[in-house]
C-alpha cells in the first residue's frame, strides 16, 4: 500500500483479495513489471488490472478497462510491462489492446 493510503484504499483492496478468494474475481494474466522487478502485474477477467508488491503480497494500484460496449468481454489474455515505463499492455478477449499507467490509483 502506497504512504498515506486511506481505509477506504484498505477496503478496496480487501474487497479485491476477497473477490480472487470468493471466485467472483479470476486472474487470468501474470507480468513482472520490467521498470521495478519487485512488482507484480495480474489482470483479471473483470478487465482491472493490479498492481502487487512481490514482497507483502500488498495491492499497490489498481485500475478497471472501459468497455465501450455491454457486448464486449473486456477479460485480459496476456499482458506485459514497459520496460523502462510504469506501463501495462493487455490485450482483451474483444482483441483490442489497453494501455495502462500503473501510478494511477483506480
Known sequence: ML???TQVDQDKEGQLLRQV???KEIPTALAVMNSDM???L???RSGQVAQLDIETGKIITR????VDNVADDPHITDMCSHRTLPLAITSHAD???RVFDVTQVG
Not at 485500475?63 to 472501459?66: I, V, Y
Open 21 to 23: 478468494a470468493d471466485g
Open 63 to 66: 485500475a478497471k478497462s472501459k
Open 95 to 97: 482483441k483490442n489492446w
Open 42 to 44: 495480474v489482470g483479471y
Open 38 to 40: 519487485k512488482k507484480l
Open 3 to 5: 504512504d498515506g493510503a
